[in-house]
């Protein structure tokens, strides 16, 4: 019989980790209206939206394997979203300047009852930036839809002075783990 694997997010980055690996799937984006309980940490945030994102799917797909995925950045114990604005962009950039942060991607897979959920954090920490550094990056579009205004795989690489942990779960999915954890609920890979 075979096996479908489900990617249930609208994430190019995701999409595109995925197909590195060679992998067979779909992409079937969930809808779902986000909610959270703000008052609970950052890595039980990640993993209850990531598992929100996948119960969605996996409801109308029983047999599969659906992968939901959620990344945050947060600094100080404050989440940095999406910028609405090149205001907010710059806001949260100057923030990130000369300072580390951390970046929390949550992950639930789900095969009929089964539920893996887990989330992978790790530490960035950003080059001191001139105003004038932040403004050209936003001026390149890139920040606007990308969690704390900034893409480490494209032009944001040059924000980052160093990393400690995941580099593919800054990116938007820790590729390693989901591939140990799918193989446990018994994807053949």
């Known amino acids: 019989m075979e096996q479908q694997l489900i990617l249930a997010s609208s994430s190019p980055r995701r999409k595109e980790l995925l197909e590195n690996l060679h992998l067979t799937f779909d992409v ?24 929100q994102k996948a119960s969605t799917i996996a409801n109308k797909y029983p047999d599969a394997f659906v992968i939901g995925a959620d990344t945050i950045v947060q600094l100080d114990g404050q989440i940095l979203g999406k910028p609405k604005t090149k205001k907010d962009a710059f806001h949260t950039l100057k923030q990130l300047s000369d300072r580390e942060h951390s970046v929390l991607t949550g992950v639930s897979i789900l095969k009929g009852k089964q539920i893996v ?3 992978e954090e790790t530490i960035v920490e950003f080059w001191p930036l001139t105003d004038i550094e932040i403004w050209n990056y936003i001026e390149t ?24 942990g995941d580099y593919f779960s800054v990116v938007g999915l820790p590729v390693a783990r989901v591939i140990r954890e799918l193989k446990k609920l018994g994807l053949n890979i």
């Open 28 to 51: 079937i984006v969930s809808n779902v209206k986000e909610t959270v309980d703000k008052t609970l940490p950052p890595s039980e945030i990640v993993m209850s939206l990531a598992n």
């Open 141 to 164: 579009g890139e920040p606007m839809d990308k969690a704390g205004s900034y893409g480490i795989q494209e032009l944001g690489a040059y924000l980052v002075k160093k990393i400690n």
């Open 117 to 119: 959920s887990f989330y």
